[in-house]
């Protein structure tokens, strides 16, 4: 459906995208669920509708008119209309990951222009730190004119078929999370190298790598945003792990689309099997007279929309540059959670169409998992609302 709040432009590039999902996308879908780790080579066609979307939507009028940069409202919408299709394709698509956020968020001009363009992930996950990423134990030394990283990281996406990686790496662990620092690692730089591809429960077109980072020696000005200071200015070291977290409020907008779209096509998905049946939606008549079913999915889409419009305040947000750390994170603790909702109740209410491969249901429902995982769980969200409102620090509040 076209959002009536949405400026012109964004409601084509909502139509072109769910295009492209729809005839793209979707046929393609339980392919690479079955043939997980084989690279969708199919994708390159979306990448050029993509491409071509961005170039007429940004900085056009109607955009600029609602006083809109229009960046991130451009990805979460276009992320939604994807990922309606299918998330773990979208994942899989050659070009920009979660990398790029963080370049594109605190990179120098020369980094932007460098890497930008490159297709980059972001490696913050270790095996003994997940949530809690101020605790990660790769270092990184500076040796001259090069930095020496060590390390292993794990559960990163798109880790092994990417360009480059944004890794997060501690300058001196005894000094917490102010010595933390992002680096940028080209693949195929010596010691770097991806030990294993993990087998999962959904998203399964998209790659999800271990990586070795074995004295891997990578350029000065690799270092993210080209910050150093740590012993002798901490200011300047907190601003710098400031500046990797303010990553997320960029990037928990776009997981938060992602987990709308899929929450659409589930509910789509399970109408047009009941209407096969002879459903039909209810809007305008009396509770009394609704069916389980209708209330129930109503109700559902009711969510949906609140989600929808929270996620879309979020990333306007971020285009007028203000902050939004709060409504980022309602938004994706509001979306993760009703995405696993309405695909599991959509599973239920099909029953044995739900449940079967014959449709897209019960992937949907193992695809919507993750979008409550990764760039911080629900329960993550909720601590860093909570912390908002109540005005707590994080040492205050754990
Ligand atoms: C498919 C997939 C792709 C991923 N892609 C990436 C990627 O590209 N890059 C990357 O760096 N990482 C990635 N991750 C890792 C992901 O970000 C982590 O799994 C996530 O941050 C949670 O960390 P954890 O798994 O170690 O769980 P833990 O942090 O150990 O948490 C376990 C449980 O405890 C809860 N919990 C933890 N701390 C608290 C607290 N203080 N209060 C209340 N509850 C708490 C959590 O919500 C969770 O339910 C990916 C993971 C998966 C599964």
């Avoid at 084989?38 to 007429?56: D, F, G, R, T, Y």
């Avoid at 990922?83 to 698509?93: I, K």
């Avoid at 990398?99 to 913050?124: T, Y």
Wanted: glycine share 8%; aromatic share 6%; charged share 25%.
């Amino acid at each position: 459906m076209i959002h009536p709040l949405l400026p012109n432009q964004l409601q084509k590039t909502q139509e072109t995208m769910r295009m492209a999902a729809e005839f793209i996308l979707r046929p393609i879908s339980r392919k690479y669920d079955k043939a997980e780790h084989e690279p969708p080579v199919e994708m390159e066609q979306l990448n050029q509708a993509a491409a071509a979307q961005k170039e007429s939507t940004v900085g056009d009028d109607s955009v600029k008119s609602m006083d809109l940069k229009g960046r991130n409202l451009w990805a979460v919408i276009s992320l939604e209309q994807m990922c309606w299709g299918d998330v773990g394709l979208f994942l899989a698509r050659p070009g920009t990951g979660l990398g790029n956020a963080a370049i594109m968020a605190v990179g120098n001009p020369d980094q932007k222009s460098q890497w930008g363009k490159r297709w980059a992930s972001m490696a913050i996950t270790e095996p003994a730190a997940g949530s809690d990423s101020k605790n990660i134990s790769t270092t990184a030394v500076l040796d001259g004119d090069e930095w020496v990283i060590n390390g292993e990281k794990i559960y990163v996406t798109d880790g092994d078929r990417c360009d480059c990686v944004v890794v997060w790496a501690t300058l001196n662990k005894a000094l917490g999370k102010t010595a933390i620092r992002s680096f940028i690692v080209e693949k195929g730089t010596p010691g770097f190298s991806v030990a294993r591809l993990e087998k999962k429960l959904g998203i399964r077109a998209s790659d999800t790598a271990t990586l070795i980072f074995d004295n891997c020696r990578i350029p000065r000005e690799n270092l993210l945003g080209g910050k150093e200071e740590v012993e002798t200015d901490i200011d300047a070291a907190k601003k710098s792990f400031g500046g990797a977290m303010q990553t997320f409020d960029n990037t928990r907008p776009m997981v938060a689309g992602m987990a709308i779209g899929l929450g659409q096509a589930a509910l789509d998905m399970t109408k047009a099997l009941l209407a096969e049946e002879g459903y039909e939606d209810s809007y305008g008549t009396s509770m009394g007279q609704q069916t389980a079913i209708q209330y129930e999915l109503e109700m559902l889409e009711a969510e949906l929309e609140a989600a929808r419009l929270l996620v879309y305040k979020s990333a306007w947000m971020m285009d007028n540059k203000m902050p939004n750390s709060k409504e980022a994170s309602m938004g994706k603790a509001k979306a993760g959670r009703i995405g696993n909702k309405i695909s599991l109740k959509c599973v239920e209410i099909c029953s044995m169409q739900g449940f079967s491969e014959d449709h897209l249901l019960e992937k949907f429902s193992r695809d919507s998992k993750i979008l409550d995982i990764f760039e911080g769980t629900q329960q993550i969200q909720q601590l860093i609302v909570a912390r908002q409102v109540l005005g707590k620090s994080s040492a205050e509040l754990k």
